[in-house]
């Protein structure tokens, strides 16, 4: 993988969260997803996406920036459409807690009314709370694409050390666990990666699909990024 021309076979789970990476040059097995030995994404993250990453910033024109900006837009507008629904169930939730305020704080009856009570503001504090949680974990695939491209942009293209080290670096601050699933379809839609399939043969498992992905070429890359 690292002169560009490995091929990287990778098995995606239904629920994409894990994927289990088989390297031929590296002696990497591919298993099956129901293996308790199942490595999740981001073991493998830095060592799969080296290549794919280098190749990202000489291929990213302006033809594909418009394709992955459509599709990440895309993306946010579904992630949007579901905090809209979260919103209108917390706020359900919220009308509820307040009515159970208000019947908690009906007036005792004279003889046990309790003297110099004070007004509290649990209600407006758990609304905050639940507002700055909802905030702090927007889904921003877009700041998610530039950030990735600035760790990579001042570096050559063919310097897997120092991209791989960069991104070893950046981890601390970007989620790969939490986008890897978006990144993947970013490098599909623009076409610097093209995906294929095959099919393997096991004696104890019968057959078992497998999703090839390889490196496309700069002139994929434009024709795809065009249609």
């Known amino acids: 993988i690292k002169d560009c021309k490995a091929q990287t076979t990778l098995t ?12 031929s040059r590296s002696g ?4 099956n997803a129901s293996d308790p030995k199942y490595k999740r994404f981001e073991d493998m993250m830095f060592e799969t996406l080296t290549a794919l990453l280098s ?7 302006k033809a594909m ?13 579904a992630q949007q459409e579901d905090d809209e ?16 305020d208000d019947d908690d704080n009906s007036p005792l009856p004279p003889h046990t009314q309790v003297s110099n ?9 758990i609304r905050a709370r639940k507002r700055d949680a909802k905030a702090s974990a927007k889904y921003e695939p877009e700041d998610f694409r530039d950030n990735i491209l600035q ?7 063919t310097d897997y050390t120092k991209i791989s080290s960069a991104l ?3 981890g601390n601050t970007l989620d790969y666990r939490r986008y890897g699933d978006t990144f993947f379809e970013v490098l599909v839609t623009g076409g610097i990666i093209a995906p294929g399939g095959i099919i393997e043969y096991d004696d104890e498992r019968g057959k078992l699909p497998v999703s090839l992905f390889v490196l496309a070429s700069t002139d994929d890359n434009a024709s795809d990024a065009t249609a």
């Not at 995606?12 to 390297?23: G, N, P």
């Not at 009570?117 to 504090?125: A, D, F, I, R, S």
């Not at 760790?151 to 293209?157: S, T």
């Open 65 to 77: 920036h418009q394709a992955l900006s459509a599709r990440l837009m895309a993306i946010a507008a």
């Open 12 to 23: 995606l789970l239904d629920d994409r969260t894990s994927i289990d990476v088989a390297l």
């Open 168 to 170: 070893d670096s950046a």
């Open 28 to 31: 990497y097995v591919a298993t």
């Open 85 to 100: 629904e979260d919103d209108s169930d917390n706020d359900k939730e919220d009308d509820n807690d307040n009515q159970d």
């Open 151 to 157: 760790v990579i942009e001042d570096i050559a293209p």
């Open 117 to 125: 009570e004070k007004p509290t503001l649990n209600g407006v504090k």
């Open 55 to 61: 190749a990202l910033s000489p291929a990213f024109n």
